[in-house]
């Protein structure tokens, strides 16, 4: 059974920086792009990043080029996004997802920027 | 950027009727399209990809059309657990864009 479990989700002020997390498990992680998405309180999906199967590749929305960081760790099975200097736009639910249409999901996990 | 035009923004339709959502391109995206369902508090679920092809699980009422930058997801005869919010997404580009969403509620 595919299974996306994200963390590192949470409360941190404008300016401020935070990793998110996502272990997977169930399919040959290491042969599948990954995707981040997000969707801000009471909004839609927002494309945000993905990453190619072996990292040599990386895109990102222009909202968050040169503030985040896609990468991903194929021995653990694990994708990274390490956000800094947040502002309180980037306020979401922060989904991981396999592929970049992606046909499976996360849970999600909450990052609120506020003071 | 591609832009993502889905219409209408809210579709109410009862139990048992068709369904027909669009989406629009503003540029050319092949079949590169796919089709989500989101319920309140839960993650988007893949319904159809490449335009047309039903994502593994996702019964036969849910259908996809289109091409280039017209596209249709047509809900044969709503069930209930069909009333949720759907998006599409271009994967044509980068960026990868989603459009608005349309939400299916109870006529």
């Known amino acids: 059974e595919v299974q996306l479990v994200e963390s590192g989700g949470g409360l941190v002020q404008p300016g401020g920086s935070l990793r998110l997390s996502c272990v997977a498990s169930?399919?040959?992680?290491?042969?599948?792009?990954m995707s981040w998405v997000r969707q801000a309180p009471g909004k839609g999906l927002e494309w945000v990043a993905t990453?190619?199967?072996?990292?040599?590749?990386?895109y990102y929305v222009d909202s968050v080029k040169g503030r985040f960081t896609i990468s991903r760790d194929n021995a653990k099975n694990s994708l990274y996004l390490q956000m800094d200097s947040l502002r309180d736009e980037d306020t979401a639910v922060y989904y991981c997802g396999r592929a970049y249409a992606p046909d499976f999901w996360g849970q999600g996990t909450l990052v609120t920027v506020s003071s | 950027e591609i832009v993502m035009t889905q219409s209408p923004a809210t579709l109410s339709v009862s139990p048992g009727e068709r369904a027909t959502l669009s989406c629009r391109a503003s540029q050319s995206v092949s079949s590169n399209l796919a089709w989500y369902q989101q319920k309140p508090g839960q993650a988007p679920r893949l319904l159809i990809y490449?335009?047309?092809t039903r994502a593994t699980g996702i019964p036969a009422r849910f259908s996809g059309s289109g091409s280039g930058t017209e596209f249709t997801l047509t809900i044969s005869s709503l069930q209930s657990e069909d009333f949720a919010v759907y998006y599409c997404?271009?994967?044509?580009?980068?960026?990868?864009?989603f459009g608005q969403g349309t939400k299916v509620e109870v006529k």
């Open positions: 997404q271009q994967y044509n580009n980068w960026p990868r864009t």
């Open positions: 490449g335009a047309s």
């Open positions: 990453i190619k199967y072996d990292g040599g590749d990386k």
């Open positions: 169930g399919f040959t992680f290491s042969t599948y792009w």
